[in-house]
T-cell receptor, first 115, second 109 residues
Framework: GAGVSQSPSNKVTEKGKDVELRCDPI?????LYWYRQSLGQGLEFLIY????????KSGLPSDRFSAERTGGSVSTLTIQRTQQEDSAVYLC?????????????FGQGTRLTVV | LAKTTQPISMDSYEGQEVNITCSHN???????ITWYQQFPSQGPRFIIQ???TKVTNEVASLFIPADRKSSTLSLPRVSLSDTAVYYC??????????FGGGTRVLVKP
């Protein structure tokens, strides 16, 4: 595709249910990021994949959050036993490499609402 | 990781030049300085990136003094559509992209 694609665009779930958010990065991009953004706030880093290296999971807020990237392409962010405080926009980005001089391209995000 | 400090908000008027200064006192030799723009309900968008001196593209200019402890994003002749949040990031190769709180720029008619 031409850009980073995220699905679904909106997700409403009940408290306690598990959700999966999908990110299709730009083809050929080796770096992939997940962020969370609450209303009116900045971007909170969650996890970073770079090529075949072990992912940087330092931003995951709890063990209810996990992410994987299959075949170096598509990534799935899973939130188990969702809580109301998990409500936010989840943004995915990809870049050609992990170098300092690289441009990250963002998807439109998935708006998660936990009721 | 170098921490960045930038103003929380700025107001301007159409046609004026907007300058946003970001402080990054502990920037490392390998760090690049990057600015992103975010409109409501959208993901951030890359604006400009530099290492030292001045960089200019069709959207903005980036001024970086010799000590690289700060940088200034300059938006020439802003319009209402430039109302957005602007983020300053400092990052070295292989490191994650870390966003701060950003600067909310409001352009008034």
């Amino acid at each position: 595709g031409a850009g980073v694609s995220q699905s679904p665009s909106n997700k409403v779930t009940e408290k306690g249910k598990d959700v999966e958010l999908r990110c299709d990065p730009i083809s050929g991009h080796t770096a992939l990021y997940w962020y969370r953004q609450s209303l009116g706030q900045g971007l909170e880093f969650l996890i970073y994949f770079q090529g075949n290296s072990a992912p940087d999971k330092s931003g995951l807020p709890s063990d209810r959050f996990s992410a994987e990237r299959t075949g170096g392409s598509v990534s799935t962010l899973t939130i188990q036993r969702t809580q109301q405080e998990d409500s936010a926009v989840y943004l995915c980005a990809s870049s050609l490499g992990g170098g300092g001089y690289t441009e990250a391209f963002f998807g439109q995000g998935t708006r998660l609402t936990v009721v | 990781l170098a921490k960045t400090t930038q103003p929380i908000s700025m107001d301007s008027y159409e046609g004026q030049e907007v300058n946003i200064t970001c402080s990054h006192n502990n920037i490392a030799t390998n760090d690049y300085i990057t600015w992103y723009q975010q409109f409501p309900s959208q993901g951030p968008r890359f604006i400009i990136q530099g290492y030292k001196t001045k960089v200019t593209n069709e959207v903005a200019s980036l001024f970086i003094p010799a000590d690289r402890k700060s940088s200034t994003l300059s938006l020439p002749r802003v319009s209402l559509s430039d109302t957005a949040v602007y983020y300053c990031l400092v990052r070295a190769a292989g490191n994650k992209l870390t966003f701060g709180g950003g600067t909310r720029v409001l352009v008034k008619p």
